[in-house]
């Protein structure tokens, strides 16, 4: 019977122990202008190359990316703001672009401009 106890408590105590987490290092993101500006630069420079190596699926891409773009608004974005936002019309002109004609001249002008800005945010 004694043992039987023993198991209970041990068994009673491993959810206890199992919810610990580490903490998680550094700043998250949608905390801090400077690594939301890391993060959007990454994505927005990875997205230029993937439509440059895949322009039919740069118009899906570039709507995946929109959506980051747009909630610029509600994340701390420092100084960054114009930029923010002109990546954000940048990337719906090439929504529409990228549909109408993949791999165009036009779309190659707007992933050149986003590639641009994307290099003013910090690195």
Not at 1 to 29: D, H, N, V, Y
Not at 54 to 61: E, L, M, N, R
Request: glycine residues 8%; contains cysteine; aromatic residues 6%.
């Amino acid at each position: 019977m004694l043992r039987f106890t023993w198991l209970l408590m041990f068994l009673a105590l491993i959810p206890l122990g199992s919810g610990c987490k580490p903490k998680p290092q550094g700043t998250p993101e949608n905390a801090d202008a400077t690594e939301f500006g890391r993060a959007t630069r990454q994505q927005v420079l990875g997205f230029v190359k993937f439509a440059r190596e895949s322009p039919k699926g740069a118009a899906a891409q570039a709507q995946a990316l929109l959506e980051r773009l747009e909630v610029h608004g509600s994340r701390p974005v420092g100084d960054n703001k114009p930029v923010y936002e002109e990546l954000t019309q940048k990337c719906k002109s090439v929504v529409e672009a990228a549909k109408a004609s993949p791999g165009s001249a036009e779309v190659n002008k707007l992933l050149n401009e986003m590639e641009a800005l994307a290099k003013k945010l910090p690195e």
